[in-house]
């Protein structure tokens, strides 16, 4: 590559700093004898800025989102148990979201609740939902400023659409956590679709 097209491949990269566009400004490039139309060449550049940051923002997403790196490919549904490729299917279309309700995820240990409800996270995630996972005792903590540094998590809450709530019932909760809780969770469901992962039976639910 000759000294001309480096020195204005290295103008490009100062411009695309300039506007805004530091993915492309970090790529490497080199010219080539192909006949290509600036707005092609021009929609090329854009397309390709585009995807990397679409790439950058669902890492930023994956990463605040606290999901366990759990998928539906490495979920063996037949060792699960009340829950079929159907209704997995239902799930990834993430309908529930755009319609705002909730799903509640029961069963004993050990059965996957949390594989299944980290694996709609994800994909949530990659479909550009902000997504938050966290436990009930996590929650109540922040709920009731027990714990400082958990009062971040319900500002980032507050961002989200879709909130997966796992551990519900595992600790018992006193007569003021309980109302807090309850109260909480009410306002959260107004404008934001749950995903509830508990080992008590839907009759239970009301005691803790």
């Not at 790529?27 to 679409?54: A, C, F, G, V």
């Not at 366990?68 to 490919?73: A, G, I, L």
């Not at 060792?79 to 529930?96: P, S, V, Y």
């Not at 509640?104 to 050990?110: E, F, K, Q, S, T």
Request: glycine residues 4%; proline residues 1%; positive net charge.
């Amino acid at each position: 590559m000759g000294v001309t097209a480096m020195s204005k491949i290295t103008r490009l990269k100062q411009m695309l700093r300039q506007v805004g566009l530091y993915n492309l400004a970090k790529e490497e490039y080199e010219l080539k004898d192909e006949k290509m139309s600036n707005l092609d060449y021009l929609e090329l550049l854009i397309t390709k800025e585009i995807q990397m940051r679409e790439q950058k923002n669902i890492y930023k997403r994956k990463k605040a989102s606290a999901l366990p790196e759990k998928s539906f490919d490495d979920f063996d549904i037949e060792q699960a148990k009340g829950i079929n490729k159907w209704q997995i299917d239902k799930l990834t279309t993430l309908e529930f979201l755009e319609e705002q309700t909730n799903i509640i995820i029961m069963g004993n240990a050990g059965v996957g609740k949390t594989h299944v409800a980290s694996s709609i996270g994800n994909i949530a995630v990659k479909k550009g939902a902000k997504t938050i996972y966290v436990t009930m005792l996590n929650l109540l903590k922040a709920i009731t400023l027990r714990d400082k540094k958990l009062e971040k998590l319900l500002t980032y809450i507050k961002e989200c659409q879709l909130v997966i709530i796992d551990e519900l019932g595992y600790t018992k909760l006193n007569e003021t956590e309980s109302q807090q809780a309850y109260h909480y969770l009410t306002n959260l469901n107004r404008t934001k679709s749950l995903v509830i992962i508990t080992n008590k039976d839907l009759n239970n639910i009301p005691e803790m």
